[in-house]
Each structure stands twice: as C-alpha cells, then as structure tokens.
C-alpha cells in the first residue's frame, strides 16, 4: 500500500507540474506581440552562383539549405536575404533563358557557310512507354558547334527528317 500511495502521488505530483507547465507555455505564448513579418529585400544569387548550382545539379531546395547555413556562417542577417525555393527557382529560369539567348545571338547562322549534321535516334518518350524517333540537329562551323533543335519525327523516313531539319533551319535563321 505503500508504494502504491507514493506511486499515486507521483503522478500526481508529476501531471500538475506538466499542467503548470502548460499554463506558462500559453502565458508566455500570448505575452509576445503580434510582430509584422518582414519580406527580406536583399537578393544574394548570382549568374555564377546560379551557374554552379545547375553544374552540381543541386535542387532548389538543397539550395535553400546551402545558402541559409552559408549567409549565417558568414554572420548575414537571414531574415534580410531572399532565400526561398521559389525565388531561386525563378531566378535560375531566368539565368538559363538569358544564357540560351546570349548564346543564340552568338552563333549567326545566316552570316556563313555551314555544315548541318543530324542523326535519327530510337528513344523512349518521356512517358516512357512507347519509343518515338528522335532527329537532334546541329550546325557547325570553324570548329564552333551548336545544337539547332532536338525535333521528334514521325517516322525515321528521309523525307520526315528533311522535313524537320528544313523546318529547323527555317526557325534557326
């Protein structure tokens, strides 16, 4: 009887410390202001740092993670710093449009002799369920290549491949 009167206060001695516990937890939970969150302003990505983030292919999110521990490591205010997945994932979009387009003006098609190489290829489609035929299209010149377009065909005929590489140098132009 003993021990089951010191067990029995135990847990009560025990539930109204947690029952107290609770009641400070709520106390100092409704103490604290209702602070306006505050946006960060302060853009820290780079084209280079955009470029090694694609050349290591880490994902946004792992991104996130490496530029949180980084700008803290470094002592940066973080709630000052634009760093979520979707701004780094805007941000790389727009680094690859305007490498491609950087790119693009480059390589004038127009402006000189060129030699046009293609070669069908049997793939899955990205369903992966049937295979469909696949017509990569580059162009070179001076030891300079550039891949035009990568057309699916709708067959490995010759005239279906004349087609899509004459369409190709049309839209290239």
Request: net charge negative; proline share 3%; aromatic share 6%.
């Amino acid at each position: 009887m003993e021990v089951l009167d010191h067990v029995v206060n135990s847990e009560m001695l025990y539930s109204s410390s947690n029952s107290s516990r609770e009641c400070d937890d709520t106390e100092e939970f409704n103490e604290k202001p209702n602070l306006p969150q505050h946006r960060g302003r302060k853009n820290i990505l780079t084209d280079k740092l955009a470029a090694a983030f694609d050349r290591c292919r880490i994902s946004d999110r792992d991104a996130v993670h490496i530029l949180m521990a980084t700008a803290e490591s470094f002592g940066l205010d973080t709630s000052a710093l634009i760093i979520n997945k979707t701004s780094i994932n805007n941000f790389r979009k727009r680094f690859r449009e305007n490498r491609m387009k950087k790119i693009s003006s480059n390589f004038n098609l127009s402006a000189c002799p060129c030699t046009i190489h293609w070669d069908g290829k049997l793939l899955l489609s990205l369903s992966g369920y049937q295979l469909v035929e696949i017509l990569p299209i580059i162009v070179s010149n001076n030891n300079v290549e550039q891949l035009l377009d990568v057309p699916e065909t709708s067959s490995g005929s010759g005239q279906s491949q004349a087609a899509a590489v004459y369409a190709a140098l049309k839209n290239g132009v």
